[in-house]
């Protein structure tokens, strides 16, 4: 028997342990995977504003956004479930891809998978951020954020910038806190592809 042939029955061998093994495990097998291709912007945007929603389907209330705001070290004060999330909201001179906001604190979230930044992208947002806190009378908390695959640095100096593993790594630190199993899963989801974000 060649040496070629040895590899190739070798290999098949433990391809048929491997499927064996794996059926109880569909260790390789991601939901999300199926519905949308893993750098979607629309799709990371529509999932993390429903994380962050407190009234969303998931009925975890605030546990998602507490969780960032924990991790990333924020203080602002506000009423469990009257603050509010708005996908896209559009500014005097911009859309931003996710806006939280209550009485006394609001966040811009511009996130970013493989896309760039737009022409004065990041300038425009701010100036919307600031039009915003005037018009609610918010005088120090009100927040930029940069969202992307490895933390990029934006045009605008004032956003954090935040990359997708960090904020998978708050949502692992209460991923024992879900209450629901069905969510749980849905994130542990979620947060197997971020590492993936921004990869061609």
């Known amino acids: 028997m060649s040496q070629i042939t040895e590899f190739i ?18 260790s390789n097998f991601n939901p999300l ?26 009925s975890q209330g605030d546990l ?64 919307d951020l600031l039009r915003l806190a005037e018009s609610f009378g918010i005088v120090n908390d009100y927040h930029a954020i940069y969202l992307s695959p490895y933390g990029q640095t934006p045009q605008n100096e004032n956003f954090k910038s935040i990359s997708y593993h960090k904020l998978s790594s708050a949502f692992k630190l209460i991923r024992n806190e879900i209450g629901s199993e069905y969510v749980r899963l849905f994130v542990d989801s979620w947060i197997d592809i971020s590492s993936e974000i921004g990869r061609l």
């Open 33 to 58: 995977l199926l519905f949308t291709p893993i750098n979607d912007e629309k799709t990371h945007s529509n999932i993390l504003a429903w994380l962050f929603d407190p009234l969303a389907s998931h």
């Open 64 to 127: 998602f956004f507490k969780a960032f705001l924990n991790y990333f070290n924020y203080k602002v004060s506000y009423d469990t479930l009257k603050y509010k999330v708005i996908r896209e909201f559009s500014g005097l001179e911009s859309i931003v891809d996710i806006l939280i906001y209550g009485n006394r604190f609001i966040f811009f979230i511009e996130n970013k998978t493989l896309s760039l930044e737009g022409e004065d992208q990041t300038n425009r947002e701010y100036r």
């Open 9 to 26: 029955e070798e290999f098949i061998k433990m391809q048929e342990h491997f499927i064996k093994y794996d059926k109880a495990e569909a």
